[in-house]
T-cell receptor
Framework: GNSVTQMEGPVTLSEEAFLTINCTYTATGYPSLFWYVQYPGEGLQLLLKATKADDKGSNKGFEATYRKETTSFHLEKGSVQVSDSAVYFCALRNGFQKLVFGTGTRLLVSP | EAGVVQSPRYKIIEKKQPVAFWCNPISGHNTLYWYRQNLGQGPELLIRYENEEAVDDSQLPKDRFSAERLKGVDSTLKIQPAELGDSAVYLC???????????FGPGTRLLVL
């Protein structure tokens, strides 16, 4: 079946540090891949997405590249801010099937 | 534009009691989803509506859970009777159509004692 595996958190960084949150997936065919972010007390928000191999999704300084050869969709940001502290979820959708989420990775950024 | 509205935000009940959650999706969104998010986990789909029709309820525990979306707008998710294992955050989301971006509400945090 379809599944997503994320690195466990929390990830603790200082402001302006480089961020990587690993995500790998298992699916047949060519799923669409997503990163959602959940700020404290708020609902999940779509951060970025990619719908085919080698696509790069980007938003708010975050980037992720759809790598079919390694079945990965790692989230990166060159310089994190305190306001980026949140829980990040990797997810996939295979065709018309449901969204499948990973377990989430908490990011804590200190000044 | 208003986002997805959910109420209540928090609910504490004793086991075997009934509980209901309400969701008002973004105006014009035909597709509505209910998810359950257990502590430390990602959301898992319970049911999906296309307008007023439940088109995917395979993950809904039908012995105690029920949902409705009258008139294809607001939706209610009910649990009766609640069990300790039902403690979780219940999320509602909506999208213009099935394959389009889902917008999530803030969720209802349920604690069953």
């Amino acid at each position: 079946g379809n599944s997503v595996t994320q690195m466990e958190g929390p990830v603790t960084l200082s402001e302006e540090a480089f961020l990587t949150i690993n995500c790998t997936y298992t699916a047949t065919g060519y799923p669409s891949l997503f990163w959602y972010v959940q700020y404290p007390g708020e609902g999940l928000q779509l951060l970025l997405k990619a719908t085919k191999a080698d696509d790069k999704g980007s938003n708010k300084g975050f980037e992720a590249t759809y790598r079919k050869e390694t079945t990965s969709f790692h989230l990166e940001k060159g310089s994190v801010q305190v306001s980026d502290s949140a829980v990040y979820f990797c997810a996939l959708r295979n065709g018309f099937q449901k969204l499948v989420f990973g377990t989430g990775t908490r990011l804590l950024v200190s000044p | 534009e208003a986002g997805v509205v959910q109420s209540p935000r928090y609910k504490i009940i004793e086991k075997k009691q009934p509980v209901a959650f309400w969701c008002n999706p973004i105006s014009g969104h035909n597709t509505l989803y209910w998810y359950r998010q257990n502590l430390g986990q990602g959301p898992e789909l319970l049911i999906r509506y296309e307008n007023e029709e439940a088109v995917d309820d395979s993950q809904l525990p039908k012995d105690r859970f029920s949902a409705e979306r009258l008139k294809g707008v607001d939706s209610t998710l009910k649990i009766q009777p609640a069990e300790l294992g039902d403690s979780a955050v219940y999320l509602c989301a909506s999208s213009p159509g099935q394959q389009e971006t889902q917008y999530f509400g803030p969720g209802t945090r349920l604690l069953v004692l």
